[in-house]
């Protein structure tokens, strides 16, 4: 049963893994060919539906990350010791750092491709959070009788987590398909819109 636990976890650490690395490749990739772009309204398109892929990716990514907050919650009370502790924290407070200095850095950039990025660095931020918590829980619960309370937290975080993780991504699709709509609308001639 352990080893049946442990696949699942290694399972949904790797996926969501993936995802974020794919999404990260992909942003990267979409930024360098739409700088090669000449017209200002293609490379618009090329970032904005760049935009809308990373959405899409963030709902799948969602799905792993509400199966890790899953599998924390039943077991988080193996979270692993005071070293590993600290190390988490460390790692969780760059992530909030870092989400903190993009949301100031690329806030008037006007670049799809980089709100993108932004709203990446944010969902992982909550994720590393929400990581912590379990693990300090685990590693400095106090007494025996905060169970349920702690359950509860754990609970109550991890809902959280995941509703903004969903929300984050469905506002990229929204915001995305607003924009391509918005372009497209200008580059038809005025006889063409109206069918």
Same mark, same amino acid.
């Given at each position: 049963?352990?080893?049946?636990?442990?696949?699942?976890?290694?399972?949904?650490?790797? +996926?969501?893994?993936?995802?974020?690395?794919?999404?990260?490749?992909?942003?990267?990739?979409?930024?360098?060919?739409?700088?090669?772009?000449?017209?200002?309204?293609?490379?618009?398109?090329?970032?904005?539906?760049?935009?809308?892929?990373?959405?899409?990716?963030?709902?799948?990514?969602?799905?792993?990350?509400?199966?890790?907050?899953?599998?924390?919650?039943?077991? %988080?009370?193996?979270?692993?010791?005071?070293?590993?502790?600290?190390?988490?924290?460390?790692?969780?407070?760059?992530?909030? /750092?870092?989400? /903190?200095?993009?949301?100031?850095?690329?806030?008037?950039?006007?670049? @799809?491709?980089?709100?993108?990025?932004?709203?990446?660095?944010?969902?992982?931020?909550?994720?590393?959070?929400?990581?912590?918590?379990?693990?300090?829980?685990?590693?400095?619960?106090?007494?025996? %009788?905060?169970?349920?309370?702690?359950?509860?937290?754990?609970?109550?975080?991890?809902?959280?987590?995941?509703?903004?993780?969903?929300?984050?991504?469905? +506002?990229?699709?929204?915001?995305?398909?607003?924009?391509?709509?918005?372009?497209?609308?200008?580059?038809?001639? @005025?006889?063409?819109?109206?069918?």
């Amino acid at each position: 049963m352990a080893f049946t636990g442990c696949s699942y976890w290694q399972g949904t650490l790797a +996926a969501y893994n993936l995802i974020l690395s794919g999404m990260r490749f992909m942003l990267v990739r979409n930024f360098s060919c739409a700088k090669k772009q000449t017209d200002e309204t293609e490379r618009q398109r090329a970032e904005w539906k760049a935009y809308r892929r990373c959405g899409l990716l963030m709902f799948v990514m969602s799905v792993a990350v509400i199966g890790m907050i899953d599998l924390l919650i039943s077991d %988080g009370t193996n979270a692993g010791g005071e070293i590993l502790t600290i190390m988490i924290a460390a790692y969780t407070f760059y992530c909030v /750092i870092l989400a /903190i200095v993009n949301v100031v850095k690329f806030r008037k950039r006007g670049s @799809p491709i980089l709100s993108a990025s932004k709203n990446i660095c944010f969902v992982r931020a909550l994720m590393s959070l929400f990581s912590l918590q379990i693990t300090m829980f685990a590693q400095f619960g106090g007494a025996d %009788g905060d169970g349920a309370f702690v359950y509860a937290m754990d609970i109550a975080l991890g809902v959280v987590v995941s509703l903004l993780s969903i929300s984050t991504a469905a +506002a990229m699709l929204l915001r995305a398909r607003r924009r391509l709509k918005a372009l497209n609308e200008k580059i038809l001639p @005025p006889a063409l819109e109206n069918r």
